[in-house]
């Protein structure tokens, strides 16, 4: 699809990478683009609309469905990361990630499909991770939710294709961002991602993976996981 022209709704847009992905749309002629947040006071962008959205409130999700019923491209960027272990940790942080990445995103789509189909039909992209495909000590709760929304990713692809909404999965390692303050490893620029993105939103590709971490994790999937997993120690 062409994002010039389009309407856009970017979920966690107030900083990283969703703030990029609203710059580059308003940068490639998107004729309107909605940022969202959970606190609307702190998006700063001028050139858009914006509105409060909480993706684990099913009323919240409602009435932003209500009130941009114009889109035609939705960004699913929301997301936290609790470091939570699966087995250790407070289980209410485990499901705080599955209730955001999983459960708030699959709301997102589920009230915005009828909205881009309406519209004549359009794009929804999903901002996944590598930790979509492995997960490494402290983790567990973020990488889990994340593999279920890449495969959530791949079962609405296939609903919603007739429908005529092309739906991809964005996916990289880490990304300059208050969310991985304190990380000591490398990092992209977040606009790579939001650039490499919509780039993929133009040529209609399903996926997209942004950096070479995030392609060798991939590749790895196809060999016996052990040679994966003991650069951890096991």
Request: hydrophobic share 45%; aromatic share 6%; net charge negative.
């Given at each position: 699809?062409?994002?010039?022209?389009?309407?856009?709704?970017?979920?966690?847009?107030?900083r990283?990478?969703?703030?990029?992905?609203?710059?580059?749309?308003?940068?490639?002629?998107?004729?309107k683009?909605?940022?969202?947040?959970?606190?609307p006071e702190l998006?700063?962008?001028?050139?858009?609309e914006?509105?409060?959205?909480?993706i684990?409130?099913e009323?919240?999700?409602?009435?932003?469905?209500?009130r941009?019923?114009?889109?035609?491209?939705?960004?699913?960027?929301?997301?936290?990361a609790?470091?939570?272990?699966?087995?250790?940790?407070?289980l209410?942080?485990?499901?705080r990630e599955?209730?955001?990445?999983?459960?708030?995103?699959?709301?997102?789509?589920?009230?915005?499909?009828?909205?881009?189909e309406?519209?004549?039909?359009?794009?929804?992209?999903?901002?996944?991770s590598?930790?979509s495909?492995?997960?490494?000590?402290?983790?567990?709760g973020?990488?889990?939710?994340?593999?279920?929304?890449?495969?959530?990713?791949?079962a609405?692809?296939?609903?919603l294709?007739?429908?005529?909404?092309?739906?991809?999965?964005?996916?990289?390692?880490?990304?300059?961002t208050?969310?991985?303050?304190?990380?000591?490893?490398?990092?992209?620029?977040?606009?790579?991602?939001a650039?490499?993105?919509?780039?993929?939103?133009?040529?209609?590709?399903?996926e997209v993976?942004?950096d070479?971490?995030?392609?060798?994790?991939?590749?790895?999937l196809a060999?016996?996981?052990?040679?994966f997993?003991?650069?951890?120690?096991?």
């Amino acid at each position: 699809m062409d994002i010039a022209g389009s309407v856009a709704l970017v979920t966690g847009s107030n900083r990283g990478i969703g703030r990029r992905f609203v710059t580059q749309l308003l940068e490639r002629g998107a004729a309107k683009v909605y940022a969202t947040a959970r606190r609307p006071e702190l998006v700063d962008i001028e050139g858009v609309e914006v509105l409060p959205l909480d993706i684990t409130d099913e009323a919240s999700v409602t009435a932003a469905a209500e009130r941009a019923g114009d889109v035609t491209l939705l960004v699913d960027n929301a997301g936290i990361a609790t470091t939570s272990s699966l087995v250790f940790d407070d289980l209410e942080d485990v499901r705080r990630e599955m209730d955001t990445h999983f459960w708030g995103t699959l709301s997102v789509i589920r009230a915005f499909a009828p909205v881009i189909e309406r519209n004549g039909g359009g794009g929804i992209v999903n901002v996944l991770s590598a930790l979509s495909w492995f997960a490494y000590p402290g983790s567990g709760g973020y990488a889990a939710a994340k593999a279920a929304e890449w495969n959530m990713t791949n079962a609405v692809r296939l609903e919603l294709a007739p429908r005529g909404i092309s739906v991809l999965g964005l996916h990289l390692g880490a990304a300059d961002t208050d969310i991985m303050a304190g990380y000591e490893g490398p990092m992209i620029d977040p606009m790579d991602a939001a650039v490499a993105a919509l780039d993929g939103v133009q040529r209609d590709a399903m996926e997209v993976v942004v950096d070479d971490w995030s392609a060798m994790v991939k590749a790895s999937l196809a060999a016996d996981p052990s040679s994966f997993y003991r650069q951890f120690g096991i």
